[in-house]
Each structure stands twice: as C-alpha cells, then as structure tokens.
C-alpha cells in the first residue's frame, strides 16, 4: 500500500506564493516519477507539471511555477510564484511507484487532492 501526503495548499492573493509539497510513503522500492495536475471548477484535471529525468510543465506556468522532487524522501514540490486569479483549483499530486510487491511494475497513486484559490 501507497499512501500520498499533500500540504502547502491555501488562500494567496494574485502574485503571492505557495509551495505544495507531497510525500509517498509505504512497501516503495523507487519512485520514477511525481507530478502535480490541478482541476478547475468545469474543466478536466490537466497536467501542471511532472518531473523523471527532467521537468515538463503545462505552458500556462511556465516561468511562474517549479517542480522539484526529493528522491530520499519520495517528495515533490511545487513552488508557486506569481499566482494569478486562473490558478485556482485543486491541485492533485501523482506519484509514479514501483512497489515492492511488484517490483516488475510501475503503478500510478494519486493524491486527495489540496485547494490553491488566488484572489484578485
């Protein structure tokens, strides 16, 4: 079992910060990749950012938003910079897994999901 442990989210003004956080934890063996997708009220979850061998993120952020991840600790970040009104949703952290139970495979977590609202 996976569990995935998501913090940093909340009430910022346009142009403040916020710095999500997400911690896997449990039967891991590695965690290839993490990443952070938020859904708006009315639209379909799409992707924020993910992080492998490299960072992608979605155009609407670039330049504003980081990813990082803590490979000892199983953690990835979102620091959040220069938040605007449109960033407002619910950001989900996904954690890429390989278990120890099935080493051969790799199995995708999903997180509760923490609200981020920017206020104008």
């Known amino acids: 079992q996976v569990d995935l442990v998501e913090s940093g989210g909340g009430l910022v003004q346009a142009g403040g910060s916020l710095n999500l956080a997400c911690q896997a934890s449990?039967?891991?063996?590695?965690?290839?990749?993490m990443g952070w997708y938020r859904q708006a009220p009315g639209k379909q979850r799409e992707l924020v950012a993910e992080?492998?061998?490299?960072?992608t993120y979605a155009d609407s952020v670039k330049g504003r938003f980081a990813i990082s991840m803590d490979i000892a600790r199983n953690t990835v970040y979102l620091q959040m910079n220069s938040l605007k009104p449109e960033d407002t949703a619910v950001y989900y952290c996904?954690?890429?897994?390989?278990?120890?139970?099935?080493?051969?495979?790799?199995?995708?977590?999903w997180g509760q999901g923490t609200q981020v609202t920017v206020s104008s």
């Open positions: 449990g039967s891991i063996l590695s965690v290839p990749g």
């Open positions: 996904k954690a890429d897994v390989r278990t120890r139970s099935a080493v051969w495979t790799i199995t995708t977590y």
């Open positions: 992080i492998q061998y490299d960072a």
